[in-house]
């Protein structure tokens, strides 16, 4: 009997850390649903799909990602840049500045709340070409990135961003 109440217990703390966790998510999710041209939801395995040439030092790094939710955004939010209410509601709920800069035609700030618990990041990337804003549950070495980024040849990923976006099922025409 002593057992199946510490399991109830056990069960009923972890059940009521989900609404907290998934409530940090949603202002994120709220703002990019409502200006979204795509979404896109990894987790470790899907992450890894994507890394053709198999590189170890990819997959360790990203094996600590629990979900990253990536969307590129439509271009009334880059015109009206609406992006930086986004921001300010996850500075208002503790997370912090972790890289921010500007120049030119890109702008990119990237924030995170980190715990013992759970860290949690988002980010939006606006370049010329495009808008990105992206939500990161999960731990990842951020200072590996640029060492992985140098190494990259140019068929080592697959591009998730030039993926087929005709809508008609139709696939493209070789020629």
């Known amino acids: 009997m002593v057992k ?3 399991l109830i217990l056990v069960f009923c703390l972890l059940a009521g850390m989900f609404p907290a966790l998934k409530a940090q998510e949603m202002p994120f999710k709220d703002y990019a649903d409502t200006h979204k041209d795509r ?3 990894f987790y470790p395995s899907t992450l890894r799909m994507i890394n053709i040439a198999k590189d170890p030092d990819y ?3 990203v094996n600590g990602i629990e979900k990253l939710l ?3 955004l439509d271009s009334a939010a880059k015109a009206s840049q609406s992006y930086k209410s986004i921001i300010t509601s996850y500075k208002k709920i503790g997370f912090e500045e972790y890289a921010s800069m500007s120049g030119g ?3 990119f700030f990237l924030y995170g709340k980190e715990n013992k618990d759970e860290n949690q990041f988002v980010g939006v990337m606006k370049t010329e070409d495009g808008m990105y804003a992206f939500y990161m549950r999960g731990q990842i ?3 590996k ?3 992985l980024m140098q190494s990259f040849q140019a068929d080592d990923m697959i591009n998730i961003f030039d993926l087929n976006k005709q809508k008609s099922g139709k696939r493209p025409q070789n020629k």
């Open 4 to 6: 199946k109440s510490k």
């Open 39 to 41: 979404k896109f939801c």
């Open 59 to 61: 997959n360790e790094l």
């Open 70 to 72: 990536v969307y590129t």
């Open 105 to 107: 035609e890109t702008n």
């Open 141 to 143: 070495g951020w200072q």
């Open 145 to 147: 990135i640029p060492a």
